[in-house]
Every structure is written in structure tokens, then in C-alpha cells.
């Protein structure tokens, strides 16, 4: 869990600040409202990225070459990969603060889910089950021909609820059309439909639930939510521009004339509701809105420009890959450094102890593998020991051994050299000659038995 956490605070600091700089490339406006939605769906992909790096992180470490496992006296899984024990034992005080941090996470990602789930449940009780079917043949007779006309195959129905003002779309159980009371004209009808309807068809309802799950993972990050909200405008630029590709200027002219009309009335502001025609009422994203709606050719963007910053784009997930893949390293050298920290005082102090001054009763003999890997998962009893013939394979061998208890002590001697456990851990590397055998003694320091799991890398 501490790796996700660096993780996540590197990889969102990065790829927040990459979407940030994103938005204000797109506010010059030199593009056209199809290339700007475009370029914004990738930026909106590569947030997934963090989570894609563990899982493939995860997958290779478990698609790894098997360590040949030593003599176990049960089954263990853990005994056929080295444990970051660093992430599980260390100081009381690091533990209270990546308790803290994951705490806080957590926290945050519960209470923004519980506060969603509320008010779908909510308006869900209040609006949609007091809502009514729409059965004028007219009306679903229009929903019918807009349907197939854009190659819709799933079946949409209209409902009808007076508390609703502003036609939207919600998604909850399926695709629904919610109308209110106020009486349109069929032109109007048209548009509306024909909008929502096209929210279906460009996938719009898909990226915005991406966007949602990214929300609830960097809820901390206020970049993140100022770009959904930047992508959220853009899919409601991009559904205008389809619903009036090929349409003449008094036909756009009706449509935002019918956006106008809808502008002061109450929007519904709802995680239930992915759509609403009308979309947000601030000034600036309806000022671009208009714009888009009433300029009938698309705007000429600058091939240089375009490949300027369609290279920018395509360079976001390689930041937000190599974002993470640095959280994934500053967390791993910590936790090593962690890990050897413990153990310099006895290397120091305690090393170069000839393993012959130590009387010890070796209950076991055991063999590593000659080249490679070999795991250790053993038990072994109070006060007693147990061997392990190592034969090198390189000019280096390393030892990574803990204990089920972080209150456990016990040591290793490896030609002589010794190496007491720290915080139930011990990670230490020793120098050899190629192809010569070398003999590993593994101390139980308590009057208890304890279980050793590791790994040796020869």
C-alpha cells in the first residue's frame, strides 16, 4: 500500500499539472470544438495510467521466473517472492504516518462515494419513480426515427416529471430522456432529443464515467476536477456541433435561441443525470458555447500548431508512465534504504564474526539452488538453527529474510560474516567468488519457534 500511495501523489501532481497546461493550450481557441474534444479524451485516458503501471507492475512480479523453493514445512506464498517487508514494519512513527495518509485516502474516496450514492438514491426516490411514461404516439414516433437515424439500437424512453425544467439525459437502470411539463414546439422536440440521443452516440456518457472514477481516486487534486469540468463543457460543444453538422444559420439560430429560453430555468444538478441540454450557466462556457453554435464553418487550425500540441498530447501518458514509475523507484529506495538502515549498526559492530565462536544445535540442513533464486519458508525452533549451502553464481550473494513478527530476533552468518535482524528484517549482501560453496546459518535468537521467509539471490 505505501507504493500506491507515492504512487498516486506523484503520478497525479504530474499528470494534473500536464492537463492543466492542456486547458489553457485549448482556451487560445485555434482549434476546431472536434479536434479540442479529441485531444482531451487522451488527456482524460492518461489518468488511468497509475492504475494500469501497478497492475502491470503486479502482473510481472507474479509472471516473474518462479524462485525454487527450499524445504517448507507449509504451504507459504509469500515464500516464492521477495515481501517488501519495508512497507509492512518499520519505525512506530512511519507506520502512524502511511497509516494516516492511507486513512485520509480512503476517507476521502468513502465519503465522496457515499455523498454520491445519497443523492442518485435521493433523486432517484423524489423524481424518477415519480416520474411517468411518455406514451404520445407523436413523441415516440420522433424518438424512433432520431434513434435509428444515428444508429441507436438500444431502445430509449421519455418520461415526464413536472419538477423537471430542463430536458436531460439520465442513466440509471438504463438510458432514460427526463422532460418536464413546459410544452414544446416539435422543432424544439427535435433538437432536444436529437441532443440527448447524441450524447449516446459519441460516447460521450462513457469518458464522463471515466472522468467520475478518476474524480473519486485524485479527489485531492483540484486540477483534476477543474479539467473534468473543462471536458464536461466540450462534450456538450461536441454534441451541439453533430446535432447541427449541415444545418443552415436559421436553424442554428432556433437551436440557440431554444438553449437561451432554457438558461434561467432550475438545472438539476445530479450525479443521476449525465446530460442536461443546457448544460452549466457560467458565463465564459456558455459565451464559448454560443460561439460554437451560431459559427457555422469549422475553425482552420495551423498544421503547425496542430503538431505541436498533438505532440504535447501524445507526450502526457509517457510523463504520467514515467511519473509513475519514479514514485514506483523513490518508494522502493526508500523502503530498501528502511530496510539496510536497520541493519548497519550490526554490520558494523557485529560483523565479521566467525560463525564457529557461536555453539549451535542445526536441526535442518538445507541446499539453495545453484543458480538463480531460492525461497526460504521455514520454521524453526527455539534456540536452534538451521544451514543452508549456498553455492555462488556471481561475485555477490543477497539474503532478504523476515519473521511473522517484527518483534522476532534472529541472525544470519554467511562465511563467518554475521548480521542480527532488525525489526524482524534483515537484508544484507555479501561478496563471493564464483562457484565456490558457501555455508548460510539461520539463528532462532528466541525461546519460542518462529517462521523465516525469504529469499536468496545467488
Known amino acids: 500500500m505505501g507504493y500506491f500511495i507515492v504512487i498516486l501523489a506523484v503520478a497525479t501532481l504530474a499528470s494534473g499539472i500536464m492537463l492543466f497546461l492542456l486547458m ?8 476546431a470544438t472536434a479536434w479540442i474534444y479529441g485531444l482531451l479524451r487522451i488527456g482524460l485516458v492518461l489518468l488511468t495510467i497509475p492504475l494500469f503501471v501497478l497492475v502491470t507492475m503486479y502482473m510481472a512480479y507474479l509472471t516473474r521466473p518462479v524462485a525454487i523453493p527450499i524445504t517448507s514445512d507449509q504451504p507459504d506464498f509469500i515464500a516464492f517472492y521477495e515481501v517488501p517487508y519495508g512497507m509492512l514494519r518499520g519505525s512506530p512513527l512511519q507506520k502512524l504516518y502511511m497509516g494516516l495518509i492511507i486513512a485520509v485516502w480512503l476517507l476521502g474516496i468513502l465519503i465522496k462515494t457515499a455523498v454520491a450514492v445519497v443523492r442518485v438514491l435521493r433523486f432517484d426516490r423524489t423524481v424518477l419513480r415519480k416520474s411517468t411514461l411518455v406514451t404520445d404516439p407523436a413523441m415516440l414516433q420522433l424518438v424512433k426515427e432520431i434513434r435509428e437515424e444515428l444508429g441507436i439500437r438500444r431502445k430509449v424512453p421519455v418520461y415526464c416529471h413536472p419538477a423537471v425544467q430542463v430536458p436531460a439525459l439520465v442513466i440509471l437502470g438504463g438510458p432514460r430522456i427526463l422532460m418536464g411539463s413546459r410544452d414544446f414546439s416539435q422543432e424544439e422536440l427535435s433538437w432536444i432529443i436529437r441532443h440527448e440521443l447524441m450524447h449516446l452516440k459519441r460516447k460521450h456518457i462513457l469518458f464522463k464515467r471515466l472522468g467520475v ?14 479539467f473534468f469540468r473543462f471536458f464536461s463543457d466540450y462534450c456538450e460543444m461536441d454534441c451541439d456541433r453533430e446535432v447541427l453538422k ?9 437551436y440557440a435561441k431554444l438553449l437561451m429560453d432554457l438558461l434561467s430555468k432550475d438545472i438539476p444538478a445530479n450525479p443521476a443525470i449525465e446530460s442536461a441540454f443546457c448544460g452549466r450557466t457560467e458565463h465564459k462556457t456558455m459565451d464559448r458555447r454560443f460561439k460554437n453554435i451560431m459559427h457555422k464553418p469549422e475553425k482552420k487550425i495551423r498544421v503547425g500548431m496542430l503538431a505541436l500540441s498533438l505532440c504535447y498530447v501524445l507526450s502526457c501518458p509517457f510523463v504520467a508512465f514515467g ?8 518508494a522502493t529506495d526508500y523502503m530498501r534504504k528502511t530496510k539496510e538502515e536497520g541493519n548497519i549498526k550490526s554490520q558494523f559492530s557485529e560483523k565479521y564474526i566467525p560463525a564457529t565462536e557461536r555453539i549451535r544445535t542445526v536441526e535442518a540442513s538445507l541446499e539453495a539452488s545453484a543458480r538463480g533464486t531460492s525461497s526460504i519458508s521455514r520454521t524453526i525452533s527455539a534456540n536452534k538453527s538451521i544451514t543452508v549451502s549456498v553455492t555462488a553464481a556471481s561475485s555477490t550473494v543477497r539474503i532478504v529474510l523476515g519473521s511473522d513478527s517484527a518483534s522476532d530476533s534472529f541472525s544470519i552468518a554467511f562465511d563467518g560474516y554475521g548480521v542480527d535482524s532488525s525489526n524482524g528484517i534483515i537484508s544484507s549482501s555479501f561478496d563471493t567468488e564464483p562457484n565456490k560453496t558457501y555455508k548460510l546459518y539461520i539463528d532462532n535468537n528466541m525461546n519460542h519457534s518462529i517462521h523465516i521467509t525469504g529469499t536468496i539471490y545467488n
Open 24 to 31: 489553457q493550450i485549448m482556451n487560445l481557441e485555434y482549434y
Open 323 to 330: 511519473a509513475t514509475r519514479a514514485g514506483a523507484e523513490i
Open 213 to 226: 472514477l478518476a474524480q473519486t481516486l485524485y479527489w485531492f487534486n483540484p486540477l483534476i476536477h477543474d
Open 246 to 254: 449541415g444545418r443552415t444559420q436559421v436553424q442554428r439560430h432556433c
